[in-house]
């Protein structure tokens, strides 16, 4: 009945292929009288979403998640991933060929170095790291008498005989009518903060950023519309863009062309090199510069000043008309979103469906809004086991049926050219169980939490994570994931700098847009996360004596009111809930047809 467009569920390759191709880096690092090589999850400006040709730790390994790094040594070989793909890792790599270690906490340096010996050499490409890494991995070899090499071509592109090209998606304008400011307007905002960083030029090292000041975007990875490029801005004349001009059409090079000098990426070097040997100080952004920039600055006189980009920080408050358009999406995916759970309710109690089953009728049913560009990250639908795996991507092979007696977990989201969505919801198909009220309930008590807080303005994500935690903790349970990330606008769906974590340090400003994902996770059993995307506001408090924010909810779905504890809800919970599916109901109504309508009445009813 449905077919996905944007998602593939293919399994990885795993088996022998896999095991062939450790043994041919083996030999090329042996080749190289390298003892190891670090191979990170990364491409040169450490996107989330890179092209195929930059997946090597998926081709040498097997795992597909988006964050994580492998070491590869004579005899041993290692994969790190943080607390989100623990599960993953585990059944996509081979358990005889590597161990699966933590990314977090002890980090890979403690492993490099307990299994380094004096003397080993240990390959690194700097291009694929940023400079704050590779101190970190020199470090933990010089500790134990070994060397950290960088390498001029990375022999892991050696040996991936097939790998694939370079991509060159087109470039599109994003005109003022959806970014709400010319390039100009932009370009002085970020001068100024150059002159206060006291620095001669930015490098631009952030694709996502450079689609913003230059208001273009691309078609270069999966789910988010990136035009892979870098750009130098100086403080004074015009900004270079270095970008391949097969990605151009006449139309998109006279757009840039009125903002900026446009370049080949092989072009970046050269600027570099010129503004470094007058001794310039030259800004680069430490979470994505490679360390390859910040040697070739050294390396010509100049001097590499790292820190945050401040461009992430511009981007991140959205303006007026980002906003309207980021409203216009949500309700627009609303409609989808609506049609999508009742279609569930229907058809998931017979037994018949299956989780892929679900990801193509949910992306069918955005597609006939007419404006859906891409889903703005692989659908993880979840059920029964497979919902307690946080980033679980489902596959031919471990697609599994939706069963009465589940919950079906749902989390997704959409590339609109007016915004971008990201929604979770968990569905309870059949009768739930008592623990699984009581957990949902506690996660819902989390969302409800956040999505009511009222805050002084300054306030970080760190000082409001432990709202969404604390009904959890009260049962001596917690979730190991953050419980916000920032959103673009028709850009990333993990939008920096701002997010709602324990390590998230960003002061959180009116115009940023946030999600609110509280969860609970039993293995093996059972997976729950309510999200909902949210904006910073204004609130007007009467007698305040601060100017006070709270969050506005972007997102307009019904959240399934059969595995809810009424019991546990306070009066101003119910009210907040009640008030929020009325909402839903009056923004998507209309727009449904009459089954789905009477379907909606009751499931956005009051409590």
């Not at 896999?18 to 400006?45: C, K, M, S």
């Not at 005989?161 to 370009?187: D, N, Q």
């Not at 970080?460 to 994931?481: P, S, V, Y």
Request: with cysteine; glycine share 8%.
């Amino acid at each position: 009945m449905f077919e996905a467009l944007f998602q593939t569920f293919e399994e990885p390759e795993t088996g022998v292929a896999l095991t062939a191709r450790l043994a041919a880096l083996r030999e090329e690092l042996a080749r190289r009288r390298l003892t190891g090589f670090i191979v990170p999850r990364a491409d040169q400006q450490q996107n989330e979403y890179v092209p195929p040709s930059e997946e090597r730790l998926a081709w040498l390994t097997g795992f597909t998640g988006s964050a994580g790094l492998a070491i590869v040594l004579p005899q041993q070989a290692a994969i790190f991933v943080d607390g989100r793909y623990t599960l993953q890792a585990g059944k996509q790599v081979d358990g005889k060929a590597w161990t699966v270690e933590s990314l977090i906490e002890p980090p890979p340096e403690n492993w490099l170095t307990g299994h380094l010996q004096s003397g080993d050499r240990v390959g690194f490409d700097p291009w694929l790291h940023t400079t704050a890494a590779a101190e970190r991995f020199a470090a933990a070899c010089a500790k134990a008498g070994a060397e950290l090499v960088p390498v001029e071509t990375n022999p892991l592109d050696s040996v991936w005989t097939e790998r694939p090209l370079p991509p060159l998606g087109a470039v599109s304008i994003h005109g003022a009518e959806l970014s709400g400011e010319a390039e100009a307007e932009k370009l002085d905002r970020i001068r100024k903060e150059i002159e206060r960083l006291g620095v001669e030029a930015l490098v631009l090292s952030d694709s996502h950023n450079v689609a913003w000041t230059f208001n273009i975007r691309g078609a270069d990875v999966s789910h988010t519309p990136l035009p892979l490029s870098y750009a130098v801005v100086p403080r004074s004349g015009r900004p270079t863009i270095f970008i391949d001009s097969r990605k151009l059409s006449n139309l998109t090079r006279d757009h840039l062309e009125q903002s900026a000098e446009v370049a080949e990426p092989d072009g970046l070097a050269i600027r570099l090199t010129e503004l470094a040997q007058s001794g310039a100080a030259i800004a680069l952004d430490s979470a994505t510069a490679a360390d390859a920039l910040t040697r070739l600055i050294q390396g010509t006189g100049g001097k590499p000043v790292r820190g945050a980009d401040p461009v992430s920080l511009l981007k991140a408050a959205k303006n007026g008309v980002e906003i309207e358009g980021t409203r216009r999406a949500h309700r627009r995916d609303a409609v989808a979103l609506a049609r999508f759970l009742a279609y569930i309710d229907r058809e998931a109690p017979k037994g018949s469906l299956t989780e892929i089953d679900a990801v193509e009728a949910l992306e069918s049913f955005r597609r006939d809004t007419g404006a859906l560009k891409d889903v703005s990250f692989p659908t993880i639908s979840g059920t029964g086991p497979n919902g307690a795996i946080v980033h679980y991507r489902v596959t031919r092979k471990s697609n599994r049926r939706i069963m009465p007696g589940d919950l079906l977990l749902i989390d997704s989201g959409a590339q609109y050219q007016d915004g971008t969505t990201d929604v979770t919801r968990t569905i309870a198909v059949g009768a739930a169980t008592d623990e699984m009220r009581d957990r949902f309930t506690r996660v819902l008590r989390g969302h409800l939490a956040i999505a009511r807080a009222l805050f002084p303005d300054g306030t970080t994500g760190a000082q409001l994570d432990t709202l969404a935690r604390q009904f959890l903790w009260q049962a001596g349970i917690d979730f190991e994931h953050g419980t916000g990330h920032g959103v673009g606008s028709y850009l990333s769906v993990h939008e920096g700098p701002a997010r709602i974590s324990k390590l998230g340090t960003t002061p959180l400003k009116r115009g940023m847009i946030l999600s609110n994902e509280p969860g609970y996770y039993k293995t093996d059993a059972f997976g729950i996360r309510i999200e909902n995307l949210e904006l910073v506001v204004a609130k007007d408090i009467a007698g305040a004596e601060k100017p006070m924010n709270g969050f506005e909810a972007l997102t307009l779905a019904p959240i399934d009111r059969r595995l809810i504890d009424v019991n546990m809800l306070t009066a101003d919970e119910r009210a907040w809930l009640d008030a929020y599916h009325a909402r839903v109901r009056e923004a998507v109504r209309a727009a449904l047809d009459e089954p789905d309508q009477l379907w909606l009445d009751q499931a956005t009813a009051p409590l």
